[in-house]
């Protein structure tokens, strides 16, 4: 069952439920009235959105204290880190220019116009679980070096 293509419009809420347990990952619906399903890997919980019918999306976030005006040194390392990580979408969020909360946001968007393959789409997730965890440390690691951070010990782990 898990190599069988899955008919595109045979993949719901459910039938992703159904198939999360049989691959021993814990899933379960979020209560906000959409389809979404909260998923914990491997000690990490990322969050399965199904915003179209043809459209899984992957994300996760993170977020933190930065000393106020290094949003630009920010972004740049933002933009070099997706460079690297090509597979996944790395960005970030400043609650306002000049204050010092920020996010970051990494995403992973699967496509499966022609249906999907689940023990793919399970690599899938190992594989962007270990990309997200190597990016948003890269970035730690560029806050913690530069000196960016008002709370170091606490952002992006």
């Known amino acids: 069952m898990a190599f069988d293509l899955i008919d595109a419009k045979d993949i719901t809420t459910d039938k992703l439920l159904e198939l999360f347990k049989a691959a021993y990952i814990k899933a379960s619906r979020i209560d906000?009235?959409?389809?979404?399903?909260?998923?914990?890997?491997?000690?990490?919980?990322l969050w399965l959105l199904r915003p179209h019918a043809d459209r899984l999306k992957?994300?996760?976030?993170?977020?933190?204290?930065?000393?106020?005006?290094?949003?630009?040194?920010?972004?740049?390392?933002v933009n070099e880190i997706n460079e690297t990580y090509a597979f996944c979408k790395l960005t970030v969020d400043f609650a306002e220019r000049d204050t010092s909360n920020f996010h970051t946001f990494i995403t992973y968007e699967f496509r499966f116009t022609q249906g999907l393959n689940f023990a793919q789409l399970i690599d899938d997730i190992h594989f962007f679980n270990r990309v997200k965890e190597s990016a948003f440390n890269d970035l730690r690691v560029f806050l913690i070096e530069e000196k960016l951070l008002d709370n170091a010990d606490k952002v992006l782990m």
């Open 58 to 77: 992957l994300f996760d976030y993170q977020q933190g204290l930065i000393i106020s005006g290094c949003e630009d040194q920010i972004i740049k390392k």
């Open 32 to 45: 906000d009235g959409d389809d979404d399903i909260r998923l914990e890997v491997t000690d990490n919980v």
